[in-house]
């Protein structure tokens, strides 16, 4: 433990800097967007309009997120739940994922304070409520599915494109494509979380915890499914990485299958 905290404490932070950075403009976007007093919400009456331009402003600061230096360098999960899932797979070592995780929640409350002290009230708006994810017209089961299919799709497509060379250095856009998608299409159903950190970031202070236990339960199971059945169809042995996006600029503290190539 001490060793791992010793020698990959930069990563640590990188990933809680990560999750904090996206809580931010999470915040800042849905209070554009979505708060009554805001001109924007006003010239854009339509909730399907306003989800397609927030979903495209987080699908691009995820894309910004993950390709950016301290990205690459962490392997931007930025969410429990693809650690989790990578440390199953084997490529990321117990230590690691432990501080992962703990980073990921720390940062993901730390940007919502950050983003309180900025936004104000305004943030704490009813129509706002600090950006949280709560289940829509399907309650509590329709979420789960929801956030079960949307986070096996995500994971499925970080593996299957990651690990072929021609396609891995897209990963990140498609990460990204993915982000913007679900939050115009899902976010509905579920609030499009697929991330326990980011959730329970928003519940603290909103003090809402409406079924916490779906985006505690919910991505973990459907990324770890999709991780299932890559293995099944590809083998292990062709992940190559917990990173979204390898690069030999930054250094590597997963179990790597590019320093075996």
């Known amino acids: 433990m001490v060793s791992a905290l010793r020698r990959h404490w930069p990563e640590y932070l990188m990933e809680a800097a990560g999750l904090g950075l996206f809580m931010v403009s999470a915040c800042v976007v ?28 987080m699908g691009l600061t995820a894309i910004a997120l993950i390709y950016s230096p301290w990205g690459q360098r962490s392997g931007a999960h930025f969410n429990p739940s693809v650690t989790l899932t990578f440390f199953r797979l084997g490529k990321v070592a117990g230590w690691d994922a432990v501080f992962y995780v703990l980073a990921q929640f720390a940062g993901g409350l730390a940007g919502i304070i950050v983003a309180a002290a900025i936004l104000g009230a305004r943030l704490a708006h009813p129509s706002v409520k600090y950006a949280a994810t709560l289940p829509g017209a399907l309650g509590a089961a329709g979420a789960f599915i929801a956030e079960f299919v949307i986070s096996l799709g995500l994971m499925t497509m970080v593996l299957v494109v990651s690990n072929v060379a021609g396609w891995a250095r897209f990963t990140g856009l498609g990460a990204g ?28 202070p909103a003090e ?12 973990l199971l459907g ?29 590597c503290i997963f179990r790597c299958g590019y320093r075996e190539a």
């Open 223 to 251: 990324m770890l499914a999709a991780a299932e059945v890559y293995r099944r169809l590809e083998g292990g042995s062709r992940i190559r990485c917990a990173k979204l996006h390898h690069t030999d600029r930054a250094r």
């Open 177 to 204: 494509a993915l982000v913007a998608a679900y939050i115009t299409v899902e976010a509905p159903l579920s609030g499009m979380s697929m991330n326990p950190a980011r959730t329970l970031a928003s519940a603290v």
């Open 30 to 57: 849905t209070v554009l967007l979505e708060h009554p007093a805001s001109a924007a919400h006003t010239a854009l009456p339509d909730p399907l309009a306003r989800r397609g331009l927030i979903g495209l402003a």
């Open 208 to 219: 809402t915890w409406i079924a916490l236990w779906v985006y505690f339960t919910a991505p």
